[in-house]
Nanobody
């Protein structure tokens, strides 16, 4: 599976963005997907995850109620809607995929990673 993340940009606090992650491969619809982020000087951290069908999602406490993860298996794409953005959301956002069944917040659970897309939120 190859993943291509896009949609990042420079926005002001309170604005919204939608990130996309396009996947290659016919098995996308069976993969659990997740978004992680890494701010300068910090470790990569979990943001959100979604199961293969989209029926189950899980969020980090820091983004719960502001971010929404979704997927379109017909388009082999997973999305992350970012609302009410804050300066502390500034980071490179990565999408990740794995054939596992249960949702996971662990970096080591995911075998495939996209190249990342930069989100910068100014105050």
């Amino acid at each position: 599976v190859q993943l291509q993340a896009s949609g990042g940009g420079l926005v002001q606090a309170g604005d919204s963005l939608r990130l996309s992650c396009a996947a290659s491969g016919r098995t996308f619809s069976s993969y659990r997907m997740a978004w992680f982020r890494q701010a300068p000087g910090k470790e990569r951290e979990f943001v959100a995850a979604i199961n293969w069908s989209g029926s189950s999602t899980y969020y980090a406490d820091s983004v719960k109620g502001r971010f929404t993860i979704s997927r379109d298996n017909a388009k082999n794409t997973v999305y992350l809607q970012l609302n009410s953005l804050k300066p502390e959301d500034t980071a490179v956002y990565y999408c990740a995929a794995d054939s596992g069944y249960k949702l996971s917040t662990r970096i080591s659970s995911y075998d495939y990673w996209g190249q990342g897309t930069q989100v910068t939120v100014s105050s």
